[in-house]
């Protein structure tokens, strides 16, 4: 197992990348026992082995007891996991959401806020969908993470505007585009304004406002401004250590996103990603997914990974790293940094303003038998066992059948 650091993490404005990539492989080394874990769970629950046949034939020349002997489906641990994560899943939506109060004079307080909570689960399209992956995590794994933040998206959208508008706002601007010899001082005074607008862009402007007198500008707008929420799978999604007792005592946390060209453009503007980092990673590692993370993964997946393979292409992976550190004051903050394992440099490095100190995560376990947050187990640990047993008697049942007939 790989030794973590024994210094303590000091808070520096530049953030040491290479130190961090260091410490995700070795996150990533010390959780391949769960992998494998996870990997059998997966296997059990989707009665997945090798050389299994297709048609519930054993299809192998040296297959025992016979070539075309019975290779069922025992299909045992699936629905019980299909059946409780419709009842979870159930259980949110008809959940009573509930804002007690503590005094009598609240009582028309907590009636508001029990209205506005309730109101703002509504909003979050998303939490149908997340809350059924984690409850299958939770349930095929024995846990699950979520990733709890506040969304907030920008985006730039055109809209329109006309002379007349351009004149209420800026008298000077709009005299100076009527003005045909007044071109490069118009191209002067939008560039300052607009200092992230293409020179074509500008002249198509100040030409549709000559000739038509309305053109469309360029304008960051907010189409989301909310609290989200999203399921992360250990070891694919999320990578911390593997000794922890809980999320909060881990000394970083790792998650893995897929972006797409388009999208790492666009950040460059709505959440200041590093241009030429994005340029770089675009350039050097869009579709390119073979490295140590891909193909331990790949591994970990065994004979799923045939039925299913998972494709990348056109798309860039990036990592976000959450770090507790310690500032220069000695106030334990968080730091989070995105990078990527196959270019220099960062997109972005920030410090979290809201519960310094605290990952923006919550993990839930299905059983506590000790301590350790990993040592919880999922359904297909515990009724493996009773699987087999199904299929040894469906298989036993059926060959006989085969020898009778």
């Keep these: 197992m790989a030794e973590p650091e024994n210094e303590i993490q000091e808070f520096s404005e530049e953030p040491d990348v290479d130190a961090l990539k260091d410490d995700l492989d070795r996150c990533r080394t010390n959780l391949s026992y769960y992998l494998d874990q996870s990997e059998q769970a997966r296997d059990d629950r989707m009665n997945m082995w090798p050389s299994k046949g297709k048609y519930g034939q054993k299809t192998e020349p040296d297959s025992f007891p016979w070539q075309g002997a019975s290779d069922l489906e025992p299909n045992l641990i699936n629905p019980l996991i299909d059946g409780d994560v419709a009842i979870l899943k159930s259980s949110i939506n008809k959940g009573n959401l509930i804002a007690a109060p503590t005094e009598s004079g609240d009582i028309g307080s907590s009636k508001m806020v029990t209205e506005f909570m309730r109101w703002r689960i509504s909003t979050m399209d998303e939490l149908p969908r997340e809350a059924g992956v984690a409850a299958n995590y939770l349930l095929e794994q024995g846990v699950c993470f979520l990733g709890v933040y506040f969304s907030r998206e920008v985006r730039r959208v055109l809209e329109p505007i006309s002379l007349q508008e351009i004149a209420a706002i800026s008298p000077e601007l709009a005299t100076a585009i009527a003005d045909p010899d007044m071109k490069e001082a118009v191209l002067e005074m939008l560039q300052g304004s607009f200092p992230n607008l293409s020179k074509k862009r500008m002249n198509r402007m100040i030409k549709e406002l000559r000739e038509d007198g309305v053109t469309e500008i360029p304008r960051t707008k907010t189409t989301k401004s909310r609290p989200s929420i999203r399921a992360y799978e250990l070891g694919r999604d999320l990578i911390i250590d593997s000794n922890i007792l809980d999320l909060q005592s881990s000394r970083a946390i790792y998650c893995v996103h897929y972006y797409s060209p388009e999208q790492l453009k666009e950040k460059v503007i709505t959440e200041e990603f590093d241009e030429e980092f994005v340029t770089e990673v675009i350039d050097r590692t869009t579709g390119d997914m073979d490295n140590?993370?891909?193909?331990?993964?790949?591994?970990?997946?065994?004979?799923?990974?045939?039925?299913?393979?998972?494709?990348?292409?056109?798309?860039?992976?990036?990592?976000?790293?959450?770090?507790?550190?310690?500032?220069?004051?000695?106030?334990?903050?968080?730091?989070?940094?995105?990078f990527s394992e196959s270019a220099e440099g960062y997109a972005r490095s920030y410090t979290m303003s809201v519960d310094a100190g605290q990952y923006p995560f919550v993990a839930i376990t299905r059983e506590t038998i000790s301590r350790r947050l990993l040592d919880s187990r999922g359904y297909p640990e515990l009724l493996r066992s009773y699987q087999m047993a199904v299929k040894t008697e469906m298989d036993s049942r059926r060959d006989r059948a085969s020898l009778s007939t």
């Design 292 to 338: 140590t993370y891909t193909q331990g993964y790949a591994e970990s997946l065994g004979a799923y990974q045939a039925e299913a393979p998972e494709q990348y292409e056109g798309l860039v992976r990036l990592i976000t790293a959450y770090r507790r550190e310690i500032d220069e004051d000695g106030i334990p903050v968080c730091s989070v940094t995105t």
